[in-house]
């Protein structure tokens, strides 16, 4: 039991390392990435502690050159997932029970193990595995994941201090106790802070976990548990396992100590999981959580006010880097007809000067999409867009697989706003632009709240503050996440929590006190320092 009221450290944001040619840390990332991308690295699941391996393998390739092989992974029978569950329930018993500051205290030190002796580590594991540039791995990998550590620590004692009012006569207190049962995890392959951040958050709560990454991060989870295990993580709290994802989930919500699922994904699995959850909810001992980040259709509306420089930047910055592969990427832009031409020709210009190839190569700002799926995905909208009358691909619009998963940057401009990808999530280095009347603003606005069912990120850039202000009111519900005078990505822990409703999720707000909120169960405890003795209330007398 705690013997005092604890001050953790005050959450401050990791300083983002800026390798430029010569420093130190450009170097040391340089001879981590050589040696990682020619060593073979055997991962084994993670259940109850220790290290499981099946000898059912499958094997982990850069998407920059898909036939080198820098290691596999181990597939797991439902009998793992099943021990990984008992496991989680048995570790339950003895986690739940441990006093907050010492939870604070392993998540704080994995937040310092990543930003010490693991970043070189982690940042190249997310180079190598999600073709990620060095700065894109760096923002990533080390300093989002040691936020979201640091900053939870932080939301979690400032939850526990909320307190309600008491009397002289009786104490009333709330307990925020762990969820009951176990949690599933399911984590994207974009973003290794995302895949940290969902299981820790839980376990943070005293929760147990049950993990699945995406296949195409494993890679790098593995540096993560490595991180966690070092931490001070107890067997049995973190559970990885990897594999047939339709198996594994069916083994997780079929339990009746199931209680939580934290989703980051598409928008077409969650809301599978939500009906699978919904049709088994009368086996399970509690009404599970259910939250979940899923799809985006971000976008970019520029007033004919806006710096067209401006506006160029947001799109390529926006569009571009980690070749679109972020939810809140850029996807659709609509700018003013008087801007245009400027607009146009800066994007051009730097699109054009975009170098692409492996990450190893701290020159290039463009490499290779996830896989080969998505590679095809890309390039069947790509050639489409070429053979229609209403598209025009003024820069862009290569792509070749022969080595990497290579998809040129590509801007189409439609001649129709509703055109095929101005509403179809792409999840690629593409965007669509759109160029309207400057008269016809308002209506412009309102075609950008109608066009796409989801409702992540948006941007407007204008000089006009009233144009400002119609944009924000217009455009209420259609972003979690408002830019103004800026581009829709770059969320940062602690200053702009993230999260869309609509086709987007449930908008609870990661690197926010709001969604550690949904792993916790508060229990309402009233003390009553002088118990009455008679039932009669003054009302009854003669």
């Avoid at 540039?133 to 201090?161: G, K, P, W």
Wanted: overall charge negative; aromatic content about 10%.
């Amino acid at each position: 039991m705690g013997k005092g009221f604890f001050n953790v450290p005050i959450a401050v944001n990791e300083p983002v390392r800026e390798y430029a040619p010569g420093c130190q840390y450009r170097e040391a990332i340089a001879k981590t990435y050589k040696t990682m991308y020619n060593s073979n690295l055997d991962v084994p699941m993670y259940i109850n502690g220790k290290d499981v391996t099946t000898g059912n393998t499958r094997t982990m390739s850069p998407p920059h050159d898909h036939k080198h092989v820098v290691g596999q992974y181990h597939l797991a029978e439902k009998s793992h997932v099943d021990e990984a569950i008992s496991t989680a329930l048995e570790a339950r018993k003895s986690w739940s029970q441990v006093p907050w500051q010492d939870r604070a205290a392993i998540f704080l030190k994995a937040a310092e193990l990543i930003a010490g002796p693991y970043r070189a580590k982690i940042n190249a594991a997310t180079m190598i595995a999600q073709s990620k540039t060095i700065h894109q791995a760096e923002i990533d990998a080390s300093c989002e994941l040691i936020d979201f550590l640091r900053f939870n620590v932080q939301f979690m004692t400032e939850m526990y201090h909320e307190q309600p009012q008491s009397t002289s006569g009786a104490w009333n207190k709330i307990e925020y106790r762990p969820l009951e049962g176990f949690v599933y995890a399911v984590s994207p392959f974009n973003f290794t802070a995302i895949a940290g951040n969902l299981p820790a958050c839980m376990a943070m709560m005293g929760n147990v976990v049950v993990w699945k990454p995406s296949d195409s991060q494993i890679y790098s989870a593995k540096v993560i548990m490595d991180v966690f295990e070092e931490a001070g993580v107890p067997a049995g709290v973190i559970n990885v396992v990897f594999g047939d994802p339709v198996m594994i989930t069916d083994t997780v919500l079929a339990s009746p100590d199931f209680s939580g699922l934290h989703f980051t994904g598409s928008t077409y699995v969650f809301k599978e999981l939500w009906k699978q959850i919904g049709n088994n909810i009368h086996n399970y001992k509690t009404y599970p959580k259910i939250v979940g980040e899923t799809g985006g259709k971000d976008f970019i509306v520029a007033h004919k006010t806006a710096n067209p420089k401006q506006v160029a930047t947001a799109i390529t910055r926006g569009a571009f880097e980690f070749q679109g592969q972020k939810c809140s990427a850029a996807s659709r832009a609509y700018v003013s007809k008087s801007i245009w031409n400027e607009v146009k020709e800066q994007v051009i210009a730097d699109v054009k000067s975009f170098k692409m190839g492996s990450p190893e190569d701290m020159g290039n700002f463009i490499t290779a999409v996830i896989h080969e799926g998505s590679f095809d995905k890309l390039a069947k909208y790509i050639d489409q867009a070429k053979a229609d009358k209403g598209a025009d691909i003024i820069v862009g619009g290569g792509h070749d697989k022969s080595k990497g998963y290579f998809i040129e940057p590509t801007v189409i401009v439609a001649e129709d706003p509703k055109y095929t990808t101005m509403c179809d999530e792409l999840f690629g280095p593409v965007i669509t632009i759109y160029v309207f009347e400057d008269d016809n603003y308002s209506e412009t606005l309102k075609l950008v709240d109608e066009t796409s069912d989801y409702a992540l990120t948006g941007a407007i850039l204008a000089k006009d503050r009233y144009a400002v202000i119609e944009a924000t009111k217009a455009l209420e519900n259609c972003a979690g996440n408002f830019y103004i005078n800026d581009k829709p990505t770059g969320a940062v822990v602690g200053q702009q929590p993230f999260g869309g409703a609509r086709g987007s999720g449930t908008n609870d707000k990661a690197g926010s006190i709001l969604n550690l909120q949904r792993w916790v169960s508060p229990r309402m405890i009233k003390e009553t320092f002088v118990t009455p003795v008679d039932y009669r209330y003054p009302f009854l007398g003669e």
